[in-house]
């Protein structure tokens, strides 16, 4: 306390000197002027310097002899000057010339702090406002570069650092800033999520910060909460700029790291006058030791309606934690009729229980899929509770299936699991131990049945669940009825040789056929036979499944060029028509740059359904991503669209 009483004052006095260099140096002269000649207020004659004594000739010293001591004529102790005389190196006192201090504009004056701002500002505010404080606090020999940004090496699977390096700042930009929400293709998604995961240099004249913060950007869009916490973790907070800034904050938030902007939040300040920045100010400060401050701030924020009353209350909880001495808080929902992210990180951070009702609302209003999206991924939350998540975060691609399945052990292992969670979870544990292949299959077959309950939308998020259960089904003839959505369900997950084991069984034109077809490695090609029948037997809507069987062959090289133009036809669907986007991502293929290719492909995959996919699009994807070697993803988007459409 007595230090921070310091810095108040310190705080002041320079205010102090601020209003002093407003009045500039013509004040001070004018004040100077307005005093008149100095005057003593010694006795006459006290401070006159006494007639210095005439020098006389001395002697010259005989040889042998010791020179004699002189004694001042004042009576003065030897070696102390006499009054008027001057020593060496010293100047006469008088008048100094002062140089004027540094004019201030009135902007400036006008932004200085009252007295009352200075009270509630933070340790690191006051620091700042003071210039005790540097930008940052980090060495300099450990400042990370902004040269290349990620968390992705090309090692690990991550896409050639320079590959965006040379290419048009407004196309990349474009790219990124276009990609508004999730995509259709769980396969797109991986790909895309590992595009901007990867260390990667910015476009040459693109800032590095903006660069990465359109990158963050779709990954929160895309629901990579934590992906996107990671990248943002690989810049030094005193680089962040004011949209990365915003982006972190939202990808802290649903990753459920409440505190872990607190570094840019304390440093940044008052860069933000919003309600949710100054809670997060107030929270950041009680987790630094300033709990008295983080109360003040909470309780102006709460009285001067900064924010609404149940968000102040779940930051007042969450700040208590953190200080001894906490006024205890009772979250009350009455009266709340939505949710937000604000509230539904808190209270789960706080273990506090959101009313059914509310979460039902957000998760069926438009915006709903980001709840599904965080809460699948906060391991604060109960894992039967979770599960009614995963199912959706699964089929997006943002959970793999050998997580999705861990969660569901977990739900069966818990002797209190209830409802559809540990229904399910039962019927997997059948499907990987029943004593029979026909028992497992049919377990599997509940949980397909089941799939709008587990991940909601087409039901693909039951596929991701019973993979590997797929996999161990042995590829036999008596089976061959269930050989479709086996290998579906294999695909999921990438398992494409466990598929391949069922090629000498499927019929040709039947949906394992075409997706054994599409997911086999190489490029070699197929007559029109087989994909004739699969088109005489297909039953969904506007034959949609013929039709990217028919584009995802033809893009991945597996038609020839008259064929699949012929078999277009058939289905009403013009692979040669060009559009803008499909310009652009035939150039990228051109020049053998894949990172462009990848995020030129996010692009075309935007959507919540495969109906909002077109073929012509699915042609071109697999087309460009296949010559840039990246032929095995485009394999499974091609697989996952006739799976799916």
Known sequence: MIARRAQLALAASALALGLAGALGGAGLAGMASAQGKPESILPPGFDD?????????????????????????????????????????????????????????????????????????????????????P??????????????????????????????????????????????????????????????????????????????????????????????????????????????????????????DITGACPAVRLQGSARDDGEWQMMQAICNAYAGESALAATQLDRALFRGLAPRIDVLLARRFAGAAGRGQRAVQIEWDGVETLNPWRFSLATALGEPVPDGLLSGALDSPDGGYYARSGALLAMLPATERAGFAGQAAREGIMSSQALIDLYSAVYADSAAEGDAAAHAASLREAYLGEDPADRIAAMQRLWDAGAAIGGGDGYGARVLTAYAAARIPADAAHADAAGGLIAAMLTAGLDRDAMSWRGVV???????????????????????????????????????????????????????????????????????????????????????????????????????????????????????????????????????????
Not at 63 to 87: E, M, Q, S, Y
Not at 529 to 537: A, E
Not at 542 to 570: C, E, N, V
Request: cysteine-free; charged content about 20%; proline content about 8%.
């Open 49 to 133: 310097p006494a007639p210095a004594p005439t020098p006389t000739p001395r002697p010259s010293a005989a040889p042998g002899t010791a020179p004699a001591v002189t004694r001042p004529a004042t009576g003065a102790p030897a070696g102390v000057p006499a009054p008027g005389t001057f020593l060496p190196g010293t100047a006469p006192s008088g008048p100094v010339n002062v140089s004027p201090l540094p004019s201030i504009t009135r902007d400036e004056l006008a932004r200085l702090p009252t007295l009352d701002e200075l009270e509630n500002m933070s340790t690191e505010e006051l620091d700042q406002l003071l210039g005790l404080k």
């Open 135 to 256: 930008k940052s606090d980090i060495p300099v020999g450990a400042r990370r570069a902004l040269t290349r940004v990620g968390v992705l090496a090309v090692d690990e699977g991550g896409l050639p650092p320079r590959s965006l390096a040379n290419q048009p700042i407004v196309l990349v930009r474009a790219a990124l800033s276009g990609t508004k929400g999730p995509l259709v293709s769980r396969w797109g998604h991986i790909l895309v999520r590992r595009a901007l995961a990867s260390l990667l240099a910015a476009p040459l004249g693109m800032d590095p910060i903006e660069f990465a913060a359109l990158r963050v950007g779709v990954l929160n869009r895309i629901g990579e909460y934590a992906v996107a916490r990671a990248v943002v973790q690989d810049i030094d907070s005193a680089n962040w700029s004011p949209s990365l800034t915003a982006e972190a904050l939202t990808a802290y938030l649903a990753a459920g």
């Open 507 to 645: 019929e040709d034109g039947s949906l394992g056929w075409a997706l054994i077809t599409l997911a086999a490695p190489g490029s070699t090609e197929i007559g029109q036979g087989g994909v004739d029948t699969f088109i005489g037997d297909d039953d969904s809507e506007g034959s949609r499944k013929s039709a990217f069987l028919i584009a995802g062959l033809a893009g991945l090289g597996k038609l020839s060029q008259g064929d699949a133009g012929s078999l277009a036809d058939d289905v009403g669907v013009n692979l040669e028509r060009q559009t803008r986007w499909t310009r652009a991502i035939s150039r990228a293929a051109e020049v053998n740059n894949p990172a462009l290719v990848v995020l030129l492909a996010g692009l075309g995959m935007q959507g919540t359904s495969w109906e909002q996919m077109t073929p012509l699009h699915l042609y071109h994807i697999t087309a460009a991503l296949t010559r840039v070697g990246l032929g095995a993803e485009a394999r499974m988007i091609a697989a996952e669209a006739v799976a799916r459409g």
